[in-house]
């Protein structure tokens, strides 16, 4: 709104074109993670959905909902599912990678137990339905309900992958899918569909937030070899040491020798690890051009998400939209 | 089917009158639990689903369509959408409670992991929301999304009020609500709604539901103090060592002098047991009648399943719904 674009990030543009509709949504978030009998509930949520994350997924949803004309207020129901689902799946997330810290704070599961961060997360899980079911959208609901199914999946894919160096590069690229990319896509969708947008323009918003969230994901991939681990909230090391067969290191040790090949096996596949071996990995990434390999591949799909805009109409935040997906890959550049 | 009804057991007489339609749910169930990229899940889904259950909430939908006189296919999906979500809370349960067996087995979480249960818990209940989508009736998602809140909520208020001797009766309820009768009321309701039942024949259905399931729950909670551990699947003294507060506990304490709460708070509250205390507790609810009381609530509960049957249609099936209350509470008989 008449901002200076050159020194808003994306991501601030877009909340601030949306501020009304995503104070609407933080009021009904606050409303409906409430729980009158079990405060143990909106406890451990509000130490989540408060901790001041980009809340990326529902501006995603507001965007995809007022570029494509909608006037109505579903859109700020279906924003707050979004943000339910990716709540739930962080507290899940954290069970099962028994973390200890998320965006610099310490986690529910370690705050809590591991009990409320289960239960909770399938709360939040059931109260997403309910204010999908609010909208009276069929459309809507197999959409989430399907995209639920795949980042389920996913998570399943990788917990059975991690430490399987024989990872193909397809299995990594659903795994990716699973974590980020499915929801990032039904956020845009539904959007679009209860903007009552044209296919065209659905599948646009669809394609989108699918080459976003895999161009997403992989700059994080990266930045787990490449980062200088400077609070962007990703640790570096992290998926080495937690045994992630991401892309760097599938493309690094395709081109490795028979002793960089060892190398992976015990520390990754063996889970057999020194202090001084993550400087060893981070080099090995480096000198096959893994790295640099799996920048451009981010690069190509921030490239997609772009084009995958044109049948959006001619709007201010088509354009901010647009910006997002450079900004993601910018964190490598 | 003019079996001697006299030696079948009312689950049974379902079981048999709905076989055809159990075969086609299993079929279902078997198809949607599969996931071509990720093994780990119908293994660990199987592993439960296939351990021989009584199947007693599909059976509820089944035959709550049936004697509405439905005659359509979406009943199937609803019985493997209700079977779905218990399963996905046992898994997620048997995580909460660190068990290590059920229904006579190792549980899922000691064979594979933690992880696996929280994950492919998550993904049955994606499946499930999958399968209502399919049915295209927003009703049946309000109901199951609801009650899907209701078991979460259930669950944390179960594990906030653990070992929490200020526990009131009604908080009891809410859990045995969340625990149990929740998704029996669902399954009953959504069965009636699809065939589409009268709005008073649908009510009698959820209300039948809700108290069969109350009525289930308090004979669990009997037998863990008053059953002998005879294989039933219920291990004596479990709730006991949990420190759960159920109504033998409630009104045993409630009875008690000075010396006995100060039992109590030892076992429950502070979780210091000796193994001598389980037959100290079994003797407490048994002295102050708390055991006659919590099958004397069982009993009523069971008797409004059967009055609730009231506005349903002159049915074998309601016969045999009928039959199932008193069964239920026939354990303890």
Redesign the interface.
């Known amino acids: 709104m008449g901002l200076d674009n050159t020194v808003t990030r994306p991501h601030e543009q877009l909340a601030r074109w949306l501020d009304a509709d995503m104070t609407a949504v933080n009021v009904l978030i606050r409303d409906r993670m409430a ?1 009158e ?5 909106p406890e451990v949520t509000a130490h989540l959905v408060e901790a001041g994350g980009k809340r990326l997924r529902p501006l995603l949803t507001l965007a995809a909902a007022r570029l494509c004309g909608y006037e109505g207020d579903h859109h700020i129901r279906l924003a707050a599912t979004v943000e339910f689902i990716h709540t739930a ?1 962080l507290l ?1 997330d954290d ?2 990678d028994e973390s200890a810290r998320r965006r610099g704070r310490p986690t529910a599961n370690l705050l809590w137990d ?3 961060s ?6 939040l ?3 997403s ?2 204010l ?2 609010e909208t ?1 959208s ?1 459309r809507v ?2 959409i989430l ?2 995209a ?2 795949t ?3 996913g ?3 990788q ?2 992958a991690a430490r399987d160096l024989a990872t193909t590069e397809e ?1 990594y690229l ?1 795994v990716v899918r699973g974590k980020t990319a499915a929801l990032f896509a039904a956020a845009a969708e539904v959007g679009g569909v209860i903007a009552g947008a044209t296919e065209d323009q659905i599948a646009g918003l669809r394609g989108y937030g699918d080459a976003l969230g895999i161009s997403f994901q992989m700059v994080d991939d990266y930045l787990d070899y490449g980062g200088a681990g400077d609070g962007i909230g990703k640790n570096l090391g992290d998926d080495f040491r937690e045994g992630k067969v991401t892309l760097p290191v599938i493309r690094a040790l395709a081109a490795g020798d028979a002793d960089e090949r060892a190398f992976w096996t015990r520390c990754i596949a063996r889970n057999r690890q020194e202090p001084e071996d993550l400087a060893r990995a981070m080099a090995l990434v480096r000198k096959h051009g893994a790295l640099e390999a799996t920048r451009d591949e981010a690069l190509a799909w921030a490239g997609q998400a772009r084009a995958a805009l044109a049948p959006l109409p001619d709007h201010p935040l088509r354009a901010i939209l647009s910006d997002l997906a450079d900004y993601v890959v910018a964190r490598v550049h």
Chains 1, 2 share one sequence.
Do not use: C, W
């Open positions: 729980s009998h079990a405060p143990r509930i799946t899940h069970v099962v591991n009990k409320s289960v239960l909770v997360g399938d709360y899980f059931a109260r339905f309910q999908m079911v009276g069929l609901l197999d309900s399907d639920s199914a980042i389920a999946e998570e399943v894919l917990l059975t299995t659903r």
